[in-house]
């Protein structure tokens, strides 16, 4: 079983410190919840956004959160079912050798690192992802749920996960 798993906003919380620094900079109170997948609505584009953070990568990836405490360990579990390969999967250019650093220093374990902006298009088992744009478009999509993706809800290929320990669950009704 082939596992693709998500870097941006499913492991690291990039959008928060992206906001935090932006906030100070501009006088402004944005939290997560005013982002939005294309982030319409704000002040600052996607392409801000993108070129903020490629920085924040590069120069400070040790300082980036992760989404939650212990995703390592609960990656270790899904790691332990025979025969599972859990690949990195972002469509994030530019970012490579910080997401790497980064992804070593939080104890992630992974196979292989790939960037690919049509995930969709890979051949892989499961996806783990915050992308809501996923969502139909492939088969075992675990939706890690962010302010962005609250519009969707579980269905026969997409389940939504709140916690990372509770992916295993969903792997024991995948694979049987």
């Given amino acids: 079983m082939k596992i693709a798993l998500d870097v941006e906003g499913t492991l690291a919380d990039i959008h928060t410190m992206f906001l935090k620094r932006y906030n100070e900079k501009n006088s402004t109170n944005y939290s997560l919840e005013d982002i939005k997948w294309d982030f319409g609505g704000i002040e600052f584009s996607i392409e801000e956004f993108f070129k903020r953070t490629r920085k924040q990568w590069k120069?400070?990836?040790?300082?980036?959160?992760?989404?939650e405490e212990n995703i390592s360990k609960a990656l270790e579990?899904?790691?332990?079912?025979?025969?599972?390969?859990?690949?990195?999967v972002t469509s994030r250019e530019g970012c490579e050798e910080g997401m790497k650093n980064w992804l070593e220093k939080q104890g992630i374990p992974y196979s292989e690192f790939m960037v690919e902006s049509d995930k969709h298009k890979l051949n892989y088992d499961v996806y783990i992802d915050d992308n809501p744009n996923l969502s139909g478009k492939v088969e075992n999509?675990?939706?890690?749920?962010?302010?962005?993706?609250?519009?969707?809800?579980?269905?026969?290929?997409?389940k939504?996960?709140?916690?990372?320990?509770?992916?295993?669950k969903f792997m024991d009704k995948i694979i049987d």
């Fill in 77 to 88: 579990k899904i790691k332990n079912f025979d025969k599972i390969k859990l690949d990195i």
């Fill in 59 to 67: 120069r400070e990836w040790k300082k980036i959160p992760g989404t």
């Fill in 141 to 158: 999509l675990l939706l890690y749920r962010r302010p962005w993706n609250r519009e969707i809800d579980n269905s026969e290929d997409t």
């Fill in 160 to 168: 939504i996960i709140e916690k990372f320990d509770k992916i295993p």
